[in-house]
């Protein structure tokens, strides 16, 4: 099991879907953390905070390439939904009992690096030249997509 670094390799060159990349790399090394304390309570808390964000992040995702016109978004949400009904079976396993962690731990590292770098860096060009100059910059509260952050994710 090892943790996950962020490298520059990783950007799609949009600022808002970076940061939410970066944190899911953050999710899956809190859940490297939590395996590490044995605490099951704990584990089960980060599982279901990383499937959470993760949906917040698919559905997010979305929106963008639907606004942009992106034309593989179906595509692209068949694969977002199959990994999430991949990583929600591991949560089953985990609530019956298995020590998933470790293979999680790998499933999980290798799925985001390819799904960034292929399927994500697909779309990159196509929402870049829609956003524009927003690209670059975190969403501003009230803009189109300060809203959209805020229906996507909760709070
Ligand atoms: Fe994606």
Do not use: C
Request: overall charge negative.
């Amino acid at each position: 099991m090892s943790a996950m670094t962020w490298t520059d390799d990783l950007s799609v060159g949009i600022e808002v879907i970076d940061a939410q990349h970066m944190r899911i790399v953050d999710y899956i090394n809190q859940l490297h953390q939590a395996h590490a304390t044995g605490e099951k309570a704990l584990l089960s808390r980060v599982l279901e905070e990383l499937i959470e964000y993760t949906q917040s992040h698919f559905g997010f995702e979305e929106s963008i390439l639907e606004e942009a016109g992106y034309v593989f978004l179906k595509a692209h949400q068949r694969v977002h939904a199959l990994f999430i009904r991949k990583v929600g079976q591991f949560q089953a396993r985990h609530i019956s009992g298995e020590d998933i962690a470790q293979e999680l731990n790998t499933i999980l590292v290798s799925w985001l690096i390819n799904h960034i770098k292929r399927e994500d860096s697909d779309y990159s060009a196509t929402v870049r030249k829609h956003m524009g100059e927003s690209a670059k910059v975190p969403p501003k509260q009230g803009s189109r997509l300060g809203n959209a952050l805020r229906r996507f994710f909760r709070g």
